[in-house]
């Protein structure tokens, strides 16, 4: 854990991030606003109040409660990360106690804090309350490249005083879920150790006691009315047991605050009011943020929700360009088709979004910016998959056809298929958006796989790619693609580290190929070799066998299945046992091919040839044409010796005229080589591809330096030179035999070794050329005065220095053989060198032989025993690499030489010309396509098909294999043991939990029967007493023995809770629609028989100004004296459902108890309100969907009722039938209701019923309410009840049992929408379908009087 850093843009340090440490997982950072200081003293400093700086966990470091909000985006470091850099940040500042909302820039806006998170009335000043965002903010901060989603906030709770308490009680009441920290002390132990209680018995006392020993230095502050503050808060907090959370280090483990704080939030959401799958989408999108794919298999993933593969879209999305393979994997899993979610619109997406570090996107950058410097215009282009394909190409090499064409025309074409749901951000806009300019079409692309893997694959990923390359159908070649991509960004890549891991992923995909031809290989070696040849559609045209060259994966290429394909190839339609000295022999003797000496594989198939099939079958093998061709050159090389060793006249003969027939042949076949075009690329490009061949460029110098020759030849005063220049020629042709040599086992490596030394050599030389040229010079300058002989200059510098290291050393070099008759004294002689200095009389040498003798042997020392010994250990060093991998280098350029002879005419030169004119005549006249002799294979359809699917049939069984022998591993033994281990150490430690709460509860059950049953006792031993001996006194209640039977444990051990005895809702603090703060009555002061002396409500009455008909507002005697309480006071019915009711004062009292507020608040009248809310059930034989729904408005509509499935039958939870309910959204309104609502006085049906239906209907309507079933009378507990006003309800079940029934479809032609914002629906029956909380009691009423789900 890492200490805090203060956010930027925050003045005073109020917001912190805290890193989040869990093994095996990325760091989180997590936004905590730390409230909750002590409730007496001054306030801290802002460094001091914060927590100490230094390494400690989050959730034991620091005091009061932490706001923690998690925004879910698909970028790479996103799970739980709140705020990053960039101009979307936004964090809250303070400046003179009024919140601003500031950016990075310095800017800042003002915004009100939200009711949720404000002090109420001031009275916590010492509390600093921050608010950090709304569930649904209007401009929510947004990660570039990121895909938002509504902000989830939790209140995490350390410690914390009075303050905190308000902090928790406005986050529960605005559905703000929170986690308790138990054990961090005050307010958090507080509300965990009574969590587990049942409200009834959390009273005033406890709360009083618990204070006392966890506040027990600032306990004397706690007056009467803070005891019974504190105790209605605490009730109201467990009450929504579904927000609440207790953390305790036994039960999730210390690490796992992150687990704790998850889970509250899929609770929350859960519990959670939603229509349809809003509620589950949501679970989905926190599981990918905060990186838990085994959270999200456990309690997303589950039998309670089917999943469409279209709604998993955006969060495949979004776990795709955040890097996160597990779920990517879970979400294949669950149904997600590739072909439907790969189109071209989710490609440019997905490359928008590229990390800006990945050199693939840097690529990218510079091929748009040379399309805008090539248009001239001023605008970056937008990214287009052809610019992709751009850069691709020139990764896969040449040899590939673009992957993404460049489209003809502005608008692609598109295939009728309906546009996914898919809602991504794409720089202010969506896909949907993107999707919607095609008139609601889309384009898939031909291999989605394929483009999913190589956009994980450039950007190194390797476990995503792994997961998506699994689900390849061409395997093999998606293996060997994605190899040589790798290679190629190694290459440029500078980072090292980074570059290590590209050559390590190439080579894993590398082994996969060969794992996966392997068992090709061994269960139908032809079908194998087939995949080689096969050209594949998806890559560019290419095959297996071609990208593995260009890969250079010689691995691949040195695999057995592959050389026995080119020693097929290499032996043609002969038999590969067929001995060389056979193929020799009626090379040379023809007629032997009509023998038995010579086998073909046709006949070995016992299919029979003809003569000239045979003939023609044994000369167009490519070993046959290898031999012929050598033979052929080793005649011309014979030729071209004798010519210029004996026949060289000065008139050329016929023998020398046969070589320059012969020459013309070669430059034939080498131009035929350089214009051979199969793949279509281009003469450039053939002409870049011919040059790089080293063999082609050694051809073309021998041509070259020929033709030099010949010039000079044919003139007749250079005709010496020109002898010496073919003699140059002929020199370079006798080394181009070492190219036939690489077909021998023996002979190949060798020349390899020889290439790769010659390279050593080269750069041998610089080094070499320091110390000759400066011994040469230092020599040359101390020996000899003013040499002006530019020839014996040369010979004196670099000749003569370098005959040294050979051991040729200058006998006058020490003055000691110095023989004046060897040497010119004043070069004047050309035939000798200059005489060093000398004395007067030219006998004695003066130069100092001292100086002279100490460079020659630091020079000998250097040249003969340092660089030579380097140059020697250079070359061991190259030996030893080729010679480790001589049999594969072997192999991999042993392919070379069989594919030019598998595409070389058969006729040796000078006969070749003739195949050569044969050629012309087709191309150029007959103008007949060319034959394609690359090693490709076009197959048909259904064959290719076919292939595929075998291919992937044995990439499972080779990915299984693989699995086995990772299982076998004993480290990955041990590592499963170890997570098998934990696994069960949590559900041992869980079980115990549970159990622990299991007894608890049990026990206090027993300890309530054992009172009840003394107090029983007690009461019959005074009766008997008492009939003549003393006065009876009250019978007491007499328990139930049902308590243990009846009440359910959940998961955490705790009571499900049971009916409240009091109401509610009646009594939450704040009175909708004022700033009316009601005074805090907890349950056991509820009655009015309970004696409560600090009960003093306030007054509050609403003047509605729109009602004809209303109580006055005032309070006074005068006016209150002239209502007539439990009777018909004119119009208005002033009695109550249950009976009299007391008058207090001139004001009547609730039957039902206090509530915290006196007057009429927000009703019309004192006393009684009555209500009518019809629950209009129906019934219908085609409603299969998932939460299927209708919305109805302005009279439109379909019927819905009991949802059934595919082979009609109804389709039931937990054994029940499910039905439909008529539900409706009232302008001004944001939750959903019953059409239903108070009467008017005088009036039958309320007038928000009116809304809905048309006028002509309202009498039949009136008949349906008659016949329905009467499911609930009196008192409705309702958040506008106030102390002397209140509402009570008739609730008609209204159900409909058939899809024909009259009445209903009258109903449906009869509803409307008065109001253009009035929303009707029909909607399933359940427990969490957004709707006032007293109108799913009597929902509940209607599902168990109809025996159905809820």
Not at 277 to 304: G, M, P, Y
Not at 385 to 413: F, I, N, W
Not at 875 to 888: K, L, R
Not at 1307 to 1318: A, I, R, T, V
Request: hydrophobic share 40%.
């Amino acid at each position: 854990m890492g200490s805090p850093q203060a956010y930027p843009g925050n003045a005073n340090g109020c917001l912190r991030r805290y890193p989040l440490h869990r093994p095996g997982t990325e760091d989180r950072e997590v936004c905590a606003c730390l409230l909750g200081y002590p409730s007496t003293g001054h306030l801290p400093p802002h460094d001091t109040a914060l927590g100490p700086r230094r390494t400690q966990p989050a959730h034991l470091s620091h005091r009061g409660s932490q706001k923690l909000h998690h925004e879910a985006k698909a970028e790479e470091h996103l799970p739980a990360r709140a705020s990053q850099g960039g101009p979307d940040h936004r964090s809250l500042d303070h400046h003179g106690g009024v919140p601003h909302w500031c950016d990075e820039t310095g800017g800042r806006g003002s915004a009100r804090l939200h009711p949720e998170l404000q002090p109420q009335g001031g009275r916590h000043r010492h509390h600093r309350h921050c608010h950090l965002g709304d569930r649904v903010q209007p401009g929510q901060p947004r990660l570039p490249h990121g895909v938002a989603i509504k902000i989830p906030i939790v209140c995490v709770v350390l410690e914390g005083g009075p303050g905190t308490l308000d902090t928790i009680y406005n986050a529960i009441t605005n559905g703000t879920p929170c986690v308790i920290v138990e054990g961090s002390g005050r307010v958090a132990d507080v509300i965990a150790q009574v969590a587990n209680l049942p409200v009834a018995k959390i009273t005033i006392a406890l709360i009083q006691k618990k204070l006392s020993i966890l506040f027990h230095d600032t306990y004397e502050f706690f007056t009467e009315s803070k005891l019974v503050e504190w105790t209605k808060k605490i009730q109201d907090i467990v009450r929504s047991r579904q927000l609440l959370t207790i953390f305790r280090e036994g039960k999730y483990g210390q690490q796992d605050v992150d687990v704790a704080i998850l889970q509250a939030l899929f609770k929350a959401s859960r519990n959670q009011d939603h229509f349809g799958r809003e509620n589950w989408d949501h679970q989905l999108k926190l599981a990918v943020a905060w990186n838990r794919v085994d959270i999200a298999r456990s309690e997303i993933f589950t039998d309670d929700h089917d999943w469409k593969p279209s709604d998993l879209h955006p969060v495949m999305a979004a776990a795709l360009i955040s890097n996160k393979p597990e779920f990517v994997k879970l979400f294949l899993e669950q149904g997600v088709r590739l072909k439907e979610f790969v189109t071209w619109d989710t490609l440019v997406y997905l490359y928008d979004n590229l990390a800006p570090s990945c050199l693939f996107h840097s690529k990218l950058q510079k091929v748009l910016l040379e399309e805008r410097e090539h248009t001239a215009g001023s605008k970056m282009p937008r990214l287009q998959m052809h610019h992709v394909s751009q850069v691709l190409r020139e990764l896969l090499g040449c040899s590939t056809q673009p992957l993404y064409p460049k489209p003809k025309h502005t608008e692609r074409p598109r295939l009728s298929i309906p546009v996914p749901h898919i809602k991504l951000n794409v720089q202010g806009s969506s896909l949907r958006s993107l999707c919607k300019r095609s008139a609601g079409r889309v384009t898939f692309t031909m291999d989605p796989v394929r483009d999913l893997l190589i956009w994980a694959v450039v950007q190194n990923r390797k476990e995503l790619a792994e997961i998506i390359w699994a689900q390849s159908q061409d395997c093999m070649a998606a293996a060997l693609a994605c190899s040589k991509i790798l290679k190629e960004l190694a290459k440029e890549e500078e980072d090292t580290d980074t570059t290590d891991d590209m050559l390590a992923l190439a080579e894993e995909y590398e082994h996969k190929a060969i794992g996966v031809f392997t068992d090709c290989y061994r269960k139908d070696e032809e079908r194998a070799q087939k995949l080689l040849t096969r050209v594949s559609e998806a890559w560019g045209k290419t095959t297996c066998l071609q990208l593995a060259l260009e890969a250079k994966n010689m691995n691949f290429v040195s695999h057995g299945g592959v050389q026995a394909f080119l020693t097929k190839v290499w032996w043609g339609k002969l038999c590969v046992d067929n001995g060389l000295w056979r193929v020799i022999t009626c090379m040379l003797f023809f007629p032997l091919l009509y023998t038995n000496l010579i086998t073909f594989s046709r006949e070995k198939r016992l299919q029979p040839m003809g003569c000239l099939t045979r003939l023609r079958a044994f000369f167009t093998a490519p070993i046959v044409i290898f031999l012929m061709n050598i033979l052929s050159y080793f005649t011309f090389l014979l030729l071209f010796a004798y010519v210029l060793m004996v026949d060289f006249q000065p008139m050329p003969t016929w023998r020398e005229y046969l070589i320059y027939f012969w020459l013309f042949s070669l430059v034939c076949e080498e131009t035929r080589q350089l214009l051979y075009d199969p793949d279509g690329l281009g003469v450039v490009k053939m002409a870049s591809l011919y040059i790089k061949d080293f063999w082609n460029k050694l051809d073309i110098c021998a041509i070259l330096v020929f033709i030099a020759g010949l010039t000079c030849r044919l003139i007749p005063s250079t005709l010496y030179p020109g002898r010496i220049i073919l003699s140059l020629a002929f020199i370079i042709f006798c080394l181009r035999l070492m190219h036939i040599f690489t077909v021998s086992k023996t002979l190949g490596p060798k020349i390899i070794i020889v290439k790769r030394m010659m390279k050593d050599v080269f750069f041998f030389l610089f080094l070499l050329a320091v110390w000759v040229v400066s011994f040469g010079v230092a020599k040359q300058a101390i020996l000899i005065h003013n040499e002006e002989r530019v020839e014996w200059l040369f010979r004196g510098v670099v000749y003569h220095s370098y005959l040294t290291i050979f051991g040729q050393i200058p006998s006058y070099i020490d003055g000691v053989n110095f023989n004046i008759d060897q040497c010119s004294p004043n070069g004047t002689d050309p035939y000798k060198p200059k005489c060093p200095e000398t004395n007067a009389d030219n006998k004695k040498p003066i130069f100092p032989e001292w100086l002279t003798v100490i460079l020659l042997c630091l020079y000998l020392l250097f040249t003969n025993i340092l660089l030579l010994n380097l140059l020697i250990a250079m070359f061991n060093y190259t030996f030893q690499q080729v010679q480790e991998h001589t049999d594969q280098i072997w192999k991999f350029q042993r392919h070379d030489l069989i594919e030019e002879y598998h595409g070389r005419p058969p006729a040796p030169p000078p006969l070749i010309l003739l195949n050569h004119l044969q050629l012309l005549v087709r191309r150029g006249l007959l103008r007949r396509p060319a034959t394609h002799h690359k090693l490709k294979e076009k197959l048909e359809k259904n064959e290719e098909a076919a292939l595929l699917s075998w291919e992937m049939y044995l990439k499972e069984n080779y990915l299984q294999h693989q699995q086995c022998q990772e299982k076998q591993n004993t480290e990955q033994m041990i590592r499963d043991i170890a997570q098998r281990v934990d696994v069960l150490a949590e559900l041992l430690d869980l079980d115990r939990v549970k159990r622990t709460g299991v007894v608890e509860q049990r026990l206090g059950s027993l300890e309530d029967q054992v009172q009840q049953s003394a107090q029983a006792l007690r009461w019959m031993m005074q009766a008997l007493r008492g009939n003549g001996f003393s006065s009876g006194e009250d019978v007491p209640p007499v328990g139930s023995s049902k308590a243990l039977d009846t009440k359910e444990i959940d998961l955490e051990g705790r009571p499900e809770e049971s009916q409240p005895p009091c109401h509610v809702l009646a009594r939450n603090l704040l009175y909708p629609g004022s700033h009316t703060l009601r005074f805090p009555v907890p349950d056991e002061k509820v009655p009015w028989e309970v004696d409560f002396p600090l009960y003093d409500p306030p007054a509050y009455s609403a003047d509605h100004k729109d009602m004809a008909v209303q109580d006055p507002s005032s309070l006074s005697l005068e006016s209150l004296l002239k209502i007539n309480y439990n009777t018909m006071d004119g119009l208005i019915n002033r009695q109550s459902f249950h009976g009299l009711y007391a008058v207090q004062d001139g004001l009547p009292l609730n039957p039902m108890g206090r509530t915290g507020l006196r007057g009429r608040g927000r009703l019309h009248c004192f006393g009684p309100n009555h209500a009518l809310h019809p629950v209009v059930t129906r019934q219908c034989d085609h409603c299969w969907a998932e939460g299927s729904q209708v919305q109805l408005q302005h009279g439109r509509g379909l019927s819905h009722s009991w949802r059934r499935n595919l082979d009609g039958s109804i389709i039931r939870k937990s054994l029940k039938k499910m039905l439909e309910v008529l539900v409706a959204q009232y302008p001004l309104s944001d939750v959903w209701a019953l059409p239903g609502g108070s009467l008017e006085p005088g009036e039958t049906l309320p007038l928000k019923l009116k809304w809905i239906l048309r006028r002509e209907f309202w009498p039949q309507f009136q008949n349906l309410l008659k016949q329905g079933t009467e499911v609930h009378k009196g008192y409705l507990d309702d958040p506008r009840n106030t102390d002397n006003a209140w509402v009570e309800t008739v609730a008609i079940s209204v159900h409909f049992d058939t899809q024909n029934d009259v009445e209903m479809k009258r109903l449906n032609s009869f509803l409307q929408g008065c109001d253009p914002e009035l929303c009707i629906r029909w909607q399933v029956l359940d427990k969490r379908i957004p709707l006032h909380a007293n109108h799913k009691e009597l929902l509940h009423k209607v599902s168990t009087l109809l025996g159905a789900y809820y």
